[in-house]
C-alpha cells in the first residue's frame, strides 16, 4: 500500500517516517579535541574547550562535554600529586629583545617564618629583569595583570615560556593568553633548563640578594628587591 495509507494505519506522522539523521559534523572537532587531550593529559573539558576557541572551534560547554565523555577523556585521579605534561615542541633562540620572555616564582621567609612568593620575569634575549614581584600569594590573575603592567611599558612580547605551575595554567592565563594573541610555551616536567635564562637569574637572585638579606616585613622585601 502507499506510505500515506500506511502511516494513517500505523497512526504515525509522515514527516516522522521520512526523517533522516544528519550528521551532525563533528568529526574535525572530536579529532582535535583528542589530539589536544593528548598533549594536556591533565586538562579537564572546560580548558581544552579554551584551546579549541583559540583555534577556532566554536562549540558550547555541553556539546564538548557530551564528546568528552564519549571519548573517555576523563582526567584520571591520582595517587600521588606528581607535575602537569607540558607541551612538546623544540624552542627556537630568541634573535631580538621583546621577542620572548621567561617567568618562574622563587620562595623566601621572613624572619618570623612565614613563606612569601616572587615572580620573575626575564627577556630571554637581553637577560633583563623584567619584573621581580614579591607577594604571600600570586594568583593567575595578578600574574596576568602583571604581564600587562609590564607590556604597558615595553611592548608585547611574541612568547612566554614557564614551567607548568597551578598559576600558569590557571583559566585567567588561558583566557588572557587567547585575549592578548600571545603564544605560551610549557616546558617539559622535570626539564628546568628548558627554561634556562629564567633558572640562571633565580639562581644569581638567590645568591646575590634573597641569601644575604633578612626580611622583617612585606614593604621591606619589596623595597630591597625592587632597589
Not at 66 to 89: D, H, M, N, Q, S
Not at 135 to 144: K, P
Not at 184 to 209: M, V
Request: aromatic share 8%; proline share 4%.
Amino acid at each position: 500500500m502507499s506510505e500515506r495509507r500506511a502511516c494513517s494505519l500505523a497512526g504515525l506522522d509522515r514527516s516522522t517516517f521520512q526523517y533522516a539523521k544528519k550528521t551532525s559534523g563533528d568529526e574535525p572537532l572530536r579529532a582535535r579535541l583528542r589530539e589536544l587531550a593528548g598533549e594536556r593529559r591533565r586538562f579537564g573539558y572546560r580548558r581544552l574547550g579554551i584551546l579549541l576557541a583559540r583555534e577556532g572551534h566554536h562549540a558550547n560547554h555541553k556539546k564538548l562535554y557530551r564528546i568528552y565523555a564519549e571519548e573517555k577523556l576523563a582526567v584520571r585521579r591520582r595517587k600521588c600529586r606528581k607535575r602537569a605534561l607540558g607541551t612538546r615542541r623544540p624552542m627556537v633562540l630568541p634573535s631580538r629583545a621583546n621577542k620572548r620572555w621567561s617567568l618562574d616564582f622563587v620562595s623566601d621567609t621572613l624572619t618570623y617564618g612565614r613563606r612569601f612568593r616572587i615572580l620573575c620575569v626575564v627577556d630571554d634575549f637581553t637577560r633583563e629583569a623584567l619584573a621581580v614581584v614579591p607577594d604571600f600569594s600570586i594568583s593567575g590573575h595578578r600574574l596576568a595583570r602583571e604581564l600587562d603592567a609590564i607590556i604597558a611599558r615595553r611592548g608585547k612580547p611574541k612568547t612566554i615560556v614557564s614551567d607548568n605551575g597551578t598559576e600558569m595554567t590557571s583559566h585567567a592565563i588561558f583566557k588572557w593568553v587567547q585575549d592578548r594573541r600571545i603564544e605560551w610555551h610549557y616546558i617539559a616536567p622535570g626539564k628546568p633548563t628548558q627554561n634556562a635564562f629564567i633558572e640562571s637569574f633565580n639562581g644569581r637572585l638567590r645568591d646575590e640578594c634573597l641569601n644575604e638579606e633578612l626580611f622583617s616585613t612585606m614593604p621591606e622585601a619589596r623595597a630591597v628587591l625592587a632597589a
